[in-house]
């Protein structure tokens, strides 16, 4: 008689650290032996619950017995617990199995084609079924007692790892250089630096050749990144009740960081990359029917003839204009209609560049002052701590041990608020450089940026000039659309460069011409262009 061995562990630590499937596999062939079979084959489930019908090596052995129809096989399991762990999905793979013609055998449990043998087995396997509920429960509890302590206890996404403490267990830390590149990539998010997720794909693969790391990183992945809160050393996890704290492990960000990129990506007001942008379709998703007001998909159309036609169109159900084109090339054509309106004169853009480095350089100086202010206070905490600590080691009188006690702990927790404010990093002059040209190279000339047909650099000139949206009508176009307010602000400094002399000069000096800048202007830019030109 022929037999074919089936073995299966729930686990991965099984298949890495244990011997599950190895003895399983012995057992089975020394019952083979005894009973004179011969074993065909061996299909083993490795990590794979018991609780599911669909296994990869359980299907194959399925196919198996199809494939060798007119053969008559015994197929042998260490216990019915390695078969199914739930009553229902034991009695759906029986079916499967005996209908084929098998037989099936196990050291641990003898099959009889009996009323009474059919109700122990059903018993045996609801058992079976309570075990794996009844644990599931137990790891549940033990993991969610876990988390409220502070510790994840599911698997670390990219940038953390997990090391062993002798008293915590697993604690997980920053895995570099993948954390740095990480921490990097969501603050140039934050300040605008970077400004799709798109850019944030490309600089991270761009650190990663850099850094000899041979893996890559999707959109998708990216997304999950920008909204990792276990990057800031907090967790949460709603789905248990577990709301936000501090966890036990060390992050690479502050929370404010991953609070601010939060509040970016939920703001409704800017577009947003489409998982399936199109280079084909560059505004799919950010023009918007003059209807319904909802944006608008693109695709081609094939004609009776086979040829191919582009067009962008509203889908929404019940839109009155659903399913009626524009054609690509009238929308595009309008839409580029509007960015050579938009470039600036070189005169702006020379005044521009004088002013925003001025700009620029009291920011720095600002940063400065903020990061020395900083550390002198956390210097003189760090002081008044030791000589608290002090006085409660020297003091022989108890009575004041709990006051300087109670005095330590406000101290601590000054020093604890002051560690979690967040101030702003310098940037070196050749960062703001090469940020700046890049900036006002897309602004003086964003046709030729947008005719380069790169999906990058076309979503950078729109995001850049444009704050909401557009609404293309089918008469009208655009109409008149409205730059947004980043944009501006830079072509306002040729309007105050006019409105400011008063001198015989035609010639202000960078100084003069921010002085004369209103301050309503300056904060502004800080606002929105800082991030964009210091990164």
């Given at each position: 008689?022929?037999a074919?061995i089936?073995?299966?562990?729930?686990s991965?630590?099984q298949?890495?650290e244990?011997?599950?499937?190895?003895?399983?596999?012995?057992?089975c062939?020394q019952y083979a032996?005894?009973?004179?079979?011969?074993?065909?084959?061996v299909?083993?489930?490795?990590?794979v619950?018991?609780?599911?019908f669909?296994?990869?090596a359980?299907?194959?052995?399925?196919?198996?017995l199809?494939?060798h129809?007119?053969?008559?096989?015994?197929?042998i399991?260490d216990?019915?617990?390695?078969?199914?762990?739930d009553?229902q999905?034991h009695?759906?793979l029986?079916?499967?199995?005996v209908?084929?013609?098998?037989?099936l055998?196990s050291?641990n449990f003898?099959?009889?084609?009996s009323?009474e043998?059919?109700?122990?087995e059903n018993?045996?396997?609801?058992?079976a079924q309570l075990?794996r509920?009844?644990n599931k429960?137990?790891v549940i509890?033990?993991?969610?007692a876990?988390a409220e302590s502070g510790f994840?206890?599911f698997c670390?996404p990219?940038g953390l790892?997990?090391?062993?403490?002798?008293?915590?267990?697993?604690?997980?830390?920053p895995?570099?250089?993948?954390?740095?590149?990480?921490?990097?990539?969501?603050?140039?998010?934050r300040?605008?630096i970077l400004?799709?997720?798109?850019?944030?794909?490309?600089?991270i693969q761009?650190?990663?050749k850099?850094?000899g790391i041979?893996?890559a990183i999707?959109l998708?992945?990216?997304q999950r990144?920008?909204t990792e809160?276990?990057?800031?050393?907090y967790i949460?996890?709603?789905h248990?009740?577990?709301?936000?704290?501090?966890g036990?492990?060390q992050?690479f960000?502050t929370?404010e960081?991953?609070?601010?990129?939060?509040k970016?990506l939920?703001?409704?007001t800017?577009?947003?990359v489409?998982?399936?942008?199109?280079?084909?379709?560059p505004l799919?998703?950010?023009?918007?029917?003059?209807?319904?007001k909802?944006?608008?998909t693109?695709?081609?159309?094939?004609?009776?003839?086979g040829?191919r036609?582009?067009?962008y169109f509203?889908?929404?159900?019940?839109?009155p204009l659903?399913n009626?084109?524009i054609?690509r090339?009238?929308?595009?054509?309008?839409?580029?209609?509007?960015?050579h309106?938009a470039?600036?004169?070189?005169?702006?853009?020379?005044?521009?560049?004088?002013?925003?480095t001025?700009?620029?350089?009291?920011q720095?100086?600002?940063?400065i002052?903020?990061?020395?202010a900083?550390?002198r206070?956390?210097?003189?905490?760090?002081?008044?701590?030791?000589?608290v600590?002090t006085?409660?080691?020297k003091?022989k009188?108890?009575s004041?041990v709990?006051?300087?006690?109670?005095?330590l702990?406000?101290?601590?927790k000054?020093?604890?608020?002051?560690?979690t404010?967040h101030?702003p990093s310098n940037f070196t002059?050749?960062q703001?450089?090469?940020?700046t040209?890049k900036?006002i190279?897309t602004l003086?000339?964003?046709?030729?940026?947008?005719?380069t047909e790169?999906l990058n650099d076309?979503?950078?000139?729109?995001f850049?000039?444009?704050?909401?949206?557009?609404v293309?009508?089918?008469?009208?176009?655009f109409g008149?659309?409205?730059l947004?307010?980043?944009v501006?602000i830079?072509?306002?400094?040729?309007?105050e460069?006019i409105?400011s002399v008063e001198?015989?000069?035609?010639?202000l000096s960078s100084?003069?011409i921010s002085?004369?800048i209103?301050?309503?202007?300056?904060?502004q830019?800080?606002?929105?262009?800082?991030?964009?030109l210091?990164g």
């Open positions: 008689m022929k074919l089936y073995c299966r562990v729930s991965e630590r298949v890495t244990g011997s599950g499937l190895t003895s399983q596999e012995q057992r062939r032996e005894n009973k004179q079979y011969n074993v065909s084959k299909f083993a489930d490795e990590g619950s018991g609780g599911l669909d296994r990869p359980m299907l194959q052995l399925i196919d198996y199809d494939t129809a007119y053969e008559q096989f015994v197929i399991f216990d019915l617990a390695r078969f199914a762990r009553l999905v009695l759906k029986k079916t499967e199995l209908s084929r013609g098998a037989t055998e050291p003898k099959f009889e084609d009323p043998g059919e109700f122990i018993v045996l396997a609801s058992k075990d509920h009844q429960r137990q509890q033990k993991m969610k876990r994840w206890p670390l990219p790892k997990n090391h062993r403490d002798p008293l915590r267990g697993k604690v997980s830390s895995d570099e250089p993948i954390a740095s590149i990480f921490k990097s990539a969501i603050e140039g998010y300040d605008r400004l799709t997720q798109l850019d944030v794909v490309d600089y761009e650190q990663y850099l850094k041979s893996r999707s998708h992945g990216v990144l920008l809160i276990l990057y800031t050393g949460e996890y709603p248990w009740g577990i709301t936000r704290r501090k036990a492990h992050g960000i929370i960081t991953h609070d601010e990129v939060l970016i939920n703001d409704r800017k577009p947003k489409r998982r399936d942008t199109n280079p084909e379709f799919r998703g950010l023009i918007l029917c003059q209807d319904c909802k944006p608008m693109a695709s081609f159309n094939t004609s009776r003839n040829q036609y582009p067009n509203c889908k929404t159900n019940g839109c659903q009626k084109i054609h090339k009238d929308l595009e054509d309008k839409f580029v209609a509007i960015l309106t470039k600036l004169d070189k005169s702006t853009k020379n005044l521009a560049i004088e002013v925003l001025d700009v620029w350089s009291q720095q100086a600002q940063m002052d903020a990061q020395t900083h550390e206070v956390k210097r003189e905490l760090l002081g008044e701590i030791d000589s600590t006085r409660i080691k003091t009188n108890e004041l709990p006051v300087y006690e109670e005095e702990i406000k101290l601590q000054q020093k604890e608020d002051l560690n404010q101030i002059q050749e703001f450089g090469t940020a040209r900036v190279d003086e000339n964003p046709v030729g940026m947008w005719q790169d076309r979503l950078t000139v729109f850049m000039h444009f704050d909401q949206k557009l293309y009508d089918r008469e009208l176009g008149t659309a409205t947004g307010q980043s501006s830079i072509r306002s400094l040729g309007s460069k409105s001198t015989e000069s035609n010639e100084r003069t002085l004369n209103s301050t309503g202007v300056v904060n830019y800080c606002h929105l262009f800082c991030g964009r210091t």
